[in-house]
């Protein structure tokens, strides 16, 4: 355990992606290492970058990388894919490339599948984020797809949130209007380098007036390069204002309630199956009760959780 610790902590990214793993199997193990690199934790800041299949998110990213390395950053990708399972990097692989100037250790990619459970990604997510944060990956930036409630969990544990449309899927109002959505920090017109890519910016300035967050609007071309050095310079500055450690405490709350919201709700489950299985004679007899009308099903669950809660 100390071992798997200091080799974290070292940026062996061996031991992170086993760590990862553990994390998205919820090998109990895994909570004993997030407890010991907490303190460690902290520093990175985290961007989503969300919307449609083929909008450009991976390619804009690859794009992005020597940016942010010129800011002297380590980063770590993280793509969330809610179909497959652990595919280690596979999705990125092909359209993420590291710049050869890069040193190996200060760009780590992978994929996480995404647990059944609700909320599990974002939990799970949330766990890896850690694990990267302690091991000194100063920025980490997590892809997913679409705009469902998969996202929306997603925008709650990432600190800023990118939108991206693109002029290809014939985005119009309605759509654009549709995924405006309260997840967007950033709005991003991709492949400017496309026709039609300048009404949508058009569009989309003319409707941020009706979002609360007052999010941010740009067109670049992840494939000519136009409006991404303008674009990560932007984002560089944006993560060092006040905004964000008002964010960051704002996460954290958020984050406590979360942590405490499963914890409770796992010990009520348990605490509900002794009950049935400890008491099973009375249950037996609730039941019998039940199907002579004697009691109603909502008087014995009150019954049972009194039990529960209160011991009578
Ligand atoms: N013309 C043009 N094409 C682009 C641009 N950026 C990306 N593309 C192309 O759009 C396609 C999809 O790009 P991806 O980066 O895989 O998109 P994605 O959003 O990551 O897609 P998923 O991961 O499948 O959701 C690829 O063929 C890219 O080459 C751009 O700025 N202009
Ligand atoms: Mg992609």
């Known amino acids: 355990m100390d071992a798997i610790v200091e080799g974290i902590l070292a940026k062996n990214k061996r031991i992170i992606a086993q ?12 909570h004993d ?8 934790t902290g520093k990175a800041v985290t961007i989503g970058f969300t919307g449609p299949a083929g909008a ?11 940016y942010f390395k010129n800011f002297g950053m380590k980063i770590a990708i993280l793509a969330v894919d ?30 996480l599948g995404s647990r059944g ?12 984020i850690r694990i990267l944060d302690a091991a000194g990956y100063d920025l980490i930036l997590v892809e997913s797809v679409g705009a469902g409630q998969l996202e929306v969990e997603i925008s709650k544990v990432v600190n800023l949130t990118i939108v991206i449309f693109n002029p290809n899927t ?3 109002v309605q759509a654009v209007k549709a995924g405006l959505t309260e997840i967007g920090d950033i709005y991003l017109v991709n492949k400017a380098d496309l026709e039609g890519s ?32 303008e674009f990560s310079n932007k984002l560089n500055d944006l993560i ?7 964010n960051r405490k704002n996460k954290q709350r958020y984050d406590l309630e979360t942590e405490l919201k499963v914890m409770v709700i796992e010990e009520v489950k348990n605490r509900s199956l002794q009950i049935m299985s400890s008491q099973s004679e009375k249950i037996s007899l609730l039941i019998n009760s039940i199907i002579e009308k004697k009691i109603d099903p909502y008087t014995a669950a009150e019954e049972l959780s009194l039990l529960i809660f209160h011991g009578k």
């Open 19 to 30: 760590t990862i793993s553990k994390i998205d199997n919820e090998d109990p193990l895994a």
């Open 33 to 40: 290492i997030l407890k010991k690199i907490y303190p460690k």
């Open 56 to 66: 450009g998110k991976s390619t804009l990213i690859g794009k992005l990388i020597p």
């Open 82 to 111: 809610p179909t497959s399972p652990i595919t280690g990097g596979a999705i990125l692989g092909d359209r993420v490339r590291m710049p050869t100037t890069m040193n190996d250790d200060d760009l780590f990619m992978r994929s």
């Open 117 to 128: 459970a609700q909320g599990g990604i974002s939990k799970s997510l949330r766990n890896v």
């Open 170 to 172: 014939g985005d119009n």
């Open 198 to 229: 300048n009404t949508l910016y058009l569009t989309l300035l003319d409707l941020i007036g009706e979002s609360p967050r007052n999010p941010l609007v740009f067109k670049v071309s992840a494939n000519t390069g136009e409006g991404l050095e």
């Open 240 to 246: 060092k204002t006040d905004k964000w450690i008002e």
